[in-house]
């Protein structure tokens, strides 16, 4: 299939056969040679992907006559500090926009000084330049470099693609310039009309994180409503329940283990979109509309990796982890990943261990024209005694203070094991300059098996009844993705169309008898003998099955060279359920119902270091069944939008980010009325905030990563206006997150770090007669990185809840109430070969 609509070698309206020798050769060479191409905002342009025309209209930029002066270019803020050129090259790209193509040769060796102020992108690349014999030409965004008199050698270009798909790092390290956003693919913050976050490995190496809910920590918007150091992870975003279920991997839903307490070995991103999201990636499985978390998956870089690291963990966890990467071929298309980890031993909870391991392979191949990837992994986790949630009975007394967080309230023989093995594989061809498909297909297969209590406060003096439960469960999921994507132009207006279409099903089953109950109090936790098992099974008959399928849409139309961006776009969602009884496999209930979630999202950008947006965006969840007390009872209803208007502004000061954003979220939910006893689709809750974000390096050697999320949860309508007005469940008024980093002046290779974190008061129930305290938790840090015997060595250690604070983390209508980790010790050393 031709990459060309015409012939690319015609140069003024003649064929010119030296020209389509040379550009087939280039074609040819791409495969033959290396180069570095620093994108500084990730948008696709007419080349992307076909590196064999974008040789050859580097070649004719070169060799035809250069294009009348353009008017002046405007000056943007740039702050570039001195280092190896290649590194300010890069840094250049990303703060001025633009796609610097050149080999990696010209500028090895070569230093740059440093460059700052408001000055336009050519004054910065002239000064970084100076004296180096290097010279740059300009087509538009794009910017070749080569030495003094070669600009005009065609023989002389070679091109082969991008560095890689993902936004570069930002200043700092910590987060990238942007991430995934499903549909519309990978955006660099600024040209976002969402609030985003996208953690790094770096960083989520550096803060010693064990599972996803350490990472989201980072992020005034999230909080985890489980207990931390547990088998499973939820969380809240912007007020709003998120389960493990409704992450994605590389957008796609359907492979992380719905109880993943580990696995972070093999992640290169956490990203965090938040707000409903089912335009870029459809109806979550669990239906989560607060927000969407994307976990992108490590790849061999072009340099080889080779990472061992040892860690420990209080009180007495010891484990290892291993980092190989490696590329392949004449010229390195293959690429192959593997991670492996491995940790047991006794937690800071009395009589509670955790053995977590971990395997996964990534592979990837990358040609011209054509990209594939697969990832395959097996996660184990088996914990000893799991913190788990608290219930209470009634709400007639006032929720206890919050027991030791180093006491556990469960039984010393309780126990949690899940296993999942997952598979994914990618790939996108080009079909044209300016077009390309794309596919993913995978699956995962969890087992879990657990004896635990579900306890239920009586009064607040800690006194507590419990279900002891045998509790087997499976889930078996197949996902699959098609999807094209283009670009095209209208007169003086660029689109970027994106067509997908989804499907995920899974078949589950899960059944929780209670084996024996017993009565106890959380501050003295009785100890009681194990329960007999005879006679229940560790396996479930299949209880569930949920297809969900999808067709979205959506176009981003840019005006005025980039300056104004507005995307519009809709998904038609299918949600079909059914429900069987798990003693005689009968099925007992039946859903089909599908909804169309539009979406809008403007970006305005007046100048290149400020950007406004606002959005309108839907989620969707599985609509309910009315209960059995309700006269309409087994009535199905409608899967249930959630709207979010939302406005922002960004602005990127070169070395540091601010964004703020202000939001609202509408959720309807269900109630029986009263007076007709029957159940309708008529409660809601508003969610409305304000979100202040910070990231990066103000000052050399010292990083900041944080900010504040002011929400105020709305119960605006519920059955019979009993609780009209009143406060949301588990919404706090105030979160906030102020981490910092210092590299250390009088000990070259020391950095020092810190972190606090703050939860206002919560309440647990509609009524507001029952809530929780805020609390503050101070984490502290330190890394040192050296060499010993010439090989590259980072010690980390660092202390969590420093000052040991017993409180309730957070309160759920679906999960209760969640303790926080006790002070927790980490250490861990890596040495890279």
Not at 222 to 242: A, C, L
Not at 458 to 465: A, H, K, M, T, V
Not at 614 to 635: D, F, K
Not at 794 to 819: M, P, Q, V
Request: charged share 20%; proline share 5%.
């Amino acid at each position: 299939m031709s990459h060309a609509p015409r012939e690319p070698w015609a140069k003024d309206g003649r064929r010119e056969p030296a020209l389509k020798k040379t550009y087939w050769m280039n074609r040819y060479v791409n495969h033959k040679t290396s180069s570095v191409r620093a994108q500084g905002r990730q948008r696709r342009s007419a080349f992307s992907g076909n590196p064999g025309i974008l040789a050859l209209s580097l070649a004719l930029a070169c060799a035809l006559p250069a294009p009348r002066a353009q008017a002046q270019e405007a000056a943007v803020q740039i702050s570039v500090p001195a280092q190896p050129l290649g590194s300010a090259l890069v840094q250049l790209a990303n703060q001025a926009a633009l796609e610097l193509i050149y080999s990696p040769d010209i500028v090895a060796g070569l230093t740059a000084p440093a460059v700052s102020g408001r000055i336009t992108p050519d004054q910065a690349l002239r000064a970084l330049l100076a004296g180096t014999g290097i010279e740059f030409r300009r087509n538009g965004k794009n910017v070749s470099l080569s030495r003094s008199g070669s600009l005009t050698q065609l023989e002389a270009i070679k091109v082969v693609g991008s560095t890689g798909s993902l936004p570069p790092a930002y200043a700092g390290g910590q987060v990238a310039r942007g991430g995934q956003l499903g549909l519309l693919g990978n955006k660099d913050f600024m040209d976002t009309p969402f609030n985003v976050a996208s953690f790094t490995a770096e960083g989520i190496r550096n803060q010693q994180a064990r599972s996803i809910g350490d990472v989201v920590k980072n992020d005034p918007s999230v909080r985890t409503t489980w207990p931390d150091g547990s088998y499973v992870s939820q969380f809240t975003i912007r007020g709003f329940p998120t389960q493990t279920q409704d992450i994605a991997v590389n957008g796609v839903y359907g492979i992380v283990p719905p109880q993943m307490a580990g696995g972070l070995e093999s992640i290169e991103r956490v990203e965090i979109l938040k707000g409903p999201s089912a335009l870029m990636n459809g109806m979550a499985p669990s239906g989560g509309v607060g927000g969407n978390i994307n976990l992108v998956t490590k790849r061999a870089t072009d340099e080889p990796i080779t990472q061992l690291t040892a860690n420990y963990y209080s009180n007495a966890q010891f484990g290892g982890q291993v980092d190989l990467g490696r590329r392949f071929g004449e010229n390195g298309e293959w690429g192959v990943r593997l991670n492996g980890a491995y940790r047991d031993g006794k937690t800071g909870i009395d009589d509670q261990a955790q053995r977590a391991g971990s395997v996964a392979l990534g592979l990837d191949y990358r040609g011209e024209g054509l990209r594939l990837s697969a990832d395959v992994g097996y996660h184990d986790v088996y914990t000893d005694s799991p913190t788990r949630v608290v219930y209470t009975d009634s709400e007639n007394f006032q929720i206890p203070k919050a027991p030791d967080s180093t006491l556990n309230i469960g039984q010393p023989w309780y126990f949690a094991q899940s296993r999942d093995h997952y598979a994914l594989i990618q790939g996108e061809v080009d079909i044209g300059p300016d077009w390309t498909a794309y596919a993913a297909a995978g699956g995962r297969k969890n087992e879990f098996l657990g004896l635990y209590n579900f306890i239920y406060l009586q009064d607040d003096l800690g006194n507590f009844r419990a279900n002891q439960y045998y509790q087997p469960t499976y889930s078996d999921t197949k996902t699959g993705l098609l999807g094209l994507r283009g670009s095209f132009a209208t007169g003086a207006v660029r689109h970027e169309l994106n067509l997908s279409v989804t499907t995920v099903r899974t078949d589950s089953g899960a059944v929780a008898p209670v084996v024996s109950t017993y009565r106890s109090n959380i501050y003295d936790p009785a100890t009681i003998s194990p329960p007999s098992l005879a006679g229940y099974s560790d396996t479930a008959p299949k209880t569930a099955e949920s297809n969900l399928t999808s067709l979205a849409l959506a176009d981003t139309l840019h005006f005025l060279d980039d300056k104004v961006q507005l995307t519009l776009g809709a998904r038609q969602q299918r949600v079909v359920v059914k429900n069987f009884n798990a003693a005689t496999g009968a099925q007992t209930s039946f859903y089909d119902k599908e909804r169309v979630t539009p979406a809008a999202g403007l970006v305005i950008r007046p100048f290149e270091d400020t950007s406004f947006y606002a959005n309108y965006i839907e989620g969707l969840s599985q609509g309910p069944t009315a209960p059995v007390s309700a006269s309409n009872a087994g009535t199905l209803f409608e899967p249930i939008k959630s709207r979010q208007y939302e406005v922002g502004v960004k602005h990127d000061f070169g070395q540091f980010a601010a964004t703020v954003s202000a939001f609202q979220i509408e959720q309807p939910s269900g109630y029986t009325d009263a007076a007709t006893n029957t159940y309708g689709l008529n409660g809601e809750q508003r969610n409305r905030g304000i979100e202040i974000n910070v990231f990066g390096e103000p000052w050399r050697g010292i990083r900041t990563l944080g900010g504040a999320a002011f929400t105020q949860g709305t119960l605006t309508k519920t059955a019979n206006g009993a609780f009209d007005g009143n406060k949301a469940v588990g919404v706090p008024a105030t979160q906030l997150n102020l981490g910092g980093e210092w590299d250390t002046p009088f000990l070259a290779g020391l950095t020092l770090t810190g972190r606090v974190i703050y939860t206002s008061s919560q309440y647990y129930n509609a009524s507001n007669s029952q809530d929780i305290p805020a609390w503050t938790r101070v984490d502290i840090g330190a890394r040192y990185k050296t060499k010993v015997s010439g090989v590259p060595v980072t010690i980390r250690a660092g202390i969590e809840n420093l000052l040991d604070k017993d409180y309730w983390a957070a309160a759920s209508s679906s999960f209760g109430l969640a303790r926080g980790a006790p002070r927790t010790f980490l250490l861990s050393t890596t040495m890279e070969f």
